[in-house]
């Protein structure tokens, strides 16, 4: 069984950056697939960004490309996202999920498997 903790969450104020990081443990660990969901109160649960195995295939939601960046460290069983030019709808709880198997085409949050207990974004106007 797959653990994944979250960090790097907090307030910030509108054009700023934060960092998120994910740190996984447990097993089965090997060529997972990897993404980062939100939540943001009375919404659900929507994806952000994902990234295969290798790290060479990366998906973004539309409302973040181009100032989200997903990056993972297999050697190390992290997982990150770069949050440039945040904006107020950016707020959310953030969290880290894994599928069982490399496929990072996946968008709706039912087909991941594991999941961590989410670190609190919130981007103030």
């Known amino acids: 069984h797959v653990q994944l903790v979250e960090s790097g969450g907090g307030l910030v104020q509108a054009g700023d950056s934060l960092r998120l990081s994910c740190v996984a443990s447990?097993?089965?660990?090997?060529?997972?697939?990897m993404a980062w969901f939100r939540e943001a109160p009375g919404k659900e649960r929507e994806f952000v960004a994902s990234?295969?195995?290798?790290?060479?295939?990366?998906y973004y939601a539309t409302s973040v490309k181009g100032r989200f960046t997903i990056s993972r460290d297999n050697a190390k069983k992290t997982l990150a996202l770069q949050m440039n030019s945040l904006k107020p709808e950016d707020t959310a709880v953030y969290y880290c999920?894994?599928?069982?198997?490399?496929?990072?085409?996946?968008?709706?949050?039912?087909?991941?498997?594991?999941w961590g207990q989410g670190t609190q974004v919130t981007v103030s106007s």
């Open positions: 999920s894994a599928r069982a198997d490399d496929v990072p085409t996946m968008e709706y949050y039912k087909y991941y498997d594991y």
């Open positions: 447990g097993r089965p660990w090997g060529s997972n697939s």
């Open positions: 990234i295969g195995w290798s790290g060479g295939t990366k």
